[in-house]
């Protein structure tokens, strides 16, 4: 790894990781946390996960659920005692910018997890296109689509899941509109 800014070597850019999942309560994916350390584009990928892994292995770093089969991770007590031993290693900004990309990455993970989409085929040969929403509190959409194909479906599904809320916001305008000019 050739020094860059502020990581000077690979125990830097583990501080860095650390500290990344201690900026957050809810365990992150790898690549979330992976990303989120490479935001500023002065690490490699390849090294930060690298990095990473041998986190992982030395029980500074710990699996704290999953995603679908996806390993979420989330840091161990050991790693919360090297963060608080040397914390003032990383730059203010560093660690400031680290805190924000992981916190950004928590958010969309959350708002990931509530919606879902799925395309299914019904026995006449078209497809259902099933698409949700949720919050804490329970169901804000489902919505199930006839589609001709899972191309189709598939396309559905990826635009819903980049445009959950303005869809749904899109939904709540045609339904409350006044069609007939009748409703006040």
Do not use: W
């Not at 040397?86 to 400031?96: G, H, T, Y």
């Not at 919606?115 to 804490?136: A, K, N, Q, W, Y």
């Amino acid at each position: 790894m050739a020094p860059l800014g502020y990581i000077r070597d690979k125990l830097d850019l583990k501080y860095l990781l650390l500290f990344v999942l201690a900026a957050v309560k809810e365990p992150l994916g790898m690549d979330d946390v992976v990303e989120a350390a490479c935001s500023d584009g002065a690490i490699t990928y390849f090294d930060a996960s690298d990095a990473f892994y041998e986190l992982v292995e030395s029980g500074h770093v710990a699996v704290g659920g999953d995603d679908g089969g996806t390993p979420l991770y989330c840091i161990s007590d050991r790693g919360r005692g090297i963060i608080a031993a040397s914390e003032k290693r990383l730059p203010q900004s560093v660690r400031r910018d680290a805190q924000k990309a992981a916190l950004s990455a928590a958010a969309k993970r959350k708002r990931d997890s509530l919606i879902t989409c799925s395309t299914e085929p019904r026995p006449d040969g078209v497809f259902t296109t099933h698409l949700g929403m949720r919050d804490d509190g329970g169901d804000i959409l489902n919505l199930d689509l006839m589609v001709v194909s899972p191309a189709q479906g598939q396309m559905i599904e990826n635009n819903f899941r980049a445009n959950a809320e303005a869809i749904y916001g899109a939904v709540l305008d045609a339904l409350l509109k006044d069609y007939d000019g009748d409703i006040e």
